[in-house]
């Protein structure tokens, strides 16, 4: 977006980008539903602008003051602002054995799929954030016994703020996925073709074992960049990056995944959302070409797929706040719910009402 967005405002500089990834550039959120769906390969993302080639190497640390990246096979590379853009990588769980899958990139995404194809029947998932539930919803849909299990009372906890849990929990219970909540993991171990689980004492076996705990953004390399890396990198409202002495390192920007924005109350936020992705190199472009940026004006959006519903989240969700349904359609599981009051920043979730959520997130009126 990033690159597109400048282009088209005219921004006329060069381009040059770096990523390990043998598959870049691609979307990720077709990995944990379309694709394991079907047999194509990887399809490389079409908004991708082709005369930007992606120089396959991997950063592995950076010189701030003079905005180099070193790599690890191209050497150094120079210039006149840097923008971070190296997302979240899966998190490992403690002492999990090799051969537990997890998806986060393409290639995540291909040895999942090869190993349903190869005859798997039945997987354990642990972890029910937003990837769980949709590696559930998409693996029930290919028909394997389904097994969730997660520490937290309930699903996707943080996407929802502790909102429409036991409606969550129906969605899986209704695909006939098994749910396993407020459980701890004592121990996975592969025995002959099996895994098997323990959680608080109860052993369940599946062919699949699938890591979905969370993802930790990939600041590893900027360790001694002099950048503050606190759980992603700390920027300004409009992306400019920070140092540890709480100064703005000139010419080094973060957006994605991997930056945690400073909110007006001085918090400094990280949401791992394609949208806001998409937003942050949006509102970049438009700072490289001279432009005032509209992105800071914008709420949170973030949306997920899964048991034939498209759930769509706008604003920031109070945990303690009334959870109110002011629209429903039960013949099409349809349903808009407000959170907040009038007098307060009012934030929306919408499942299977894209147009109702459009124009509540707007402040139109649902009637018109």
């Known amino acids: 977006m990033l690159i597109a967005r400048s282009r088209e405002l005219g921004f006329a500089g060069e381009f040059i980008?770096?990523?390990?990834?043998?598959?870049?550039p691609y979307d990720r959120p077709p990995l944990s539903k379309q694709f394991l769906l079907g047999t194509g390969p990887v399809e490389p993302a079409e908004w991708w602008p082709e005369a930007t080639p992606?120089?396959?190497?991997?950063?592995?640390?950076?010189?701030?003051?003079?905005?180099?990246?070193l790599t690890d096979k191209l050497g150094e590379v120079a210039a006149d602002a840097v923008v971070i853009?190296?997302?979240?990588?899966s998190i490992r769980l403690p002492n999990g054995p090799a051969g537990v899958l997890t998806l986060r990139t393409a290639q995540d995404a291909l040895a999942l799929r090869s190993a349903v194809d190869a005859g798997a029947s039945s997987a354990i998932i642990i972890g029910a954030g937003t990837i769980g539930a949709e590696l559930a919803s998409t693996l029930a849909q290919r028909g394997l016994a389904v097994t969730v299990v997660d520490l937290a009372p309930q699903p996707m906890q943080r996407f929802f703020s502790g909102h429409l849990g036991e409606e969550a929990k129906a969605w899986m219970h209704q695909a006939g996925v098994v749910t396993h909540f407020g459980v701890a993991v004592e121990s996975i171990q592969k025995t002959d073709a099996q895994w098997t689980v323990r959680v608080s004492?109860?052993?369940?076996?599946?062919?699949?074992?699938?890591?979905?705990?969370?993802?930790?953004?990939?600041?590893?390399?900027?360790?001694?960049?002099?950048?503050?890396?606190?759980?992603?990198?700390?920027?300004?409202?409009?992306?400019?990056?920070?140092l540890t002495?709480?100064?703005?390192?000139?010419?080094?920007?973060?957006?994605?995944?991997?930056?945690?924005?400073?909110?007006e109350d001085g918090t400094f936020r990280r949401f791992e959302s394609w949208t806001q992705a998409q937003r942050h190199g949006a509102?970049?472009?438009?700072?490289?070409?001279?432009?005032?940026?509209?992105?800071?004006?914008?709420?949170?959006?973030?949306?997920?797929?899964?048991?034939?519903?498209?759930?769509q989240v706008h604003g920031m969700l109070p945990p303690a706040g009334e959870l109110v349904q002011v629209y429903a359609a039960e013949e099409r599981n349809a349903a808009l719910y407000r959170i907040g009051s009038a007098e307060e920043d009012v934030a929306w979730i919408g499942v299977n009402a894209p147009r109702q959520f459009s124009r509540a997130s707007m402040g139109m009126s649902l009637l018109s």
């Open 54 to 69: 992606i120089l396959n190497a991997k950063a592995i640390g950076l010189l701030t003051d003079k905005r180099t990246v």
């Open 245 to 263: 002495s709480g100064g703005i390192a000139d010419g080094i920007f973060a957006i994605g995944d991997v930056s945690a924005r400073q909110a």
């Open 85 to 89: 853009s190296t997302g979240a990588g």
């Open 201 to 242: 004492g109860l052993d369940l076996h599946a062919d699949l074992a699938i890591s979905a705990v969370g993802a930790r953004p990939h600041t590893e390399w900027l360790t001694y960049s002099e950048l503050d890396i606190s759980n992603g990198v700390r920027c300004t409202a409009d992306g400019k990056a920070m």
């Open 17 to 24: 980008v770096i990523d390990s990834d043998p598959n870049a």
């Open 283 to 311: 509102a970049l472009a438009e700072y490289f070409a001279g432009f005032d940026s509209s992105e800071l004006e914008q709420a949170p959006y973030g949306w997920t797929e899964q048991f034939g519903r498209k759930v």
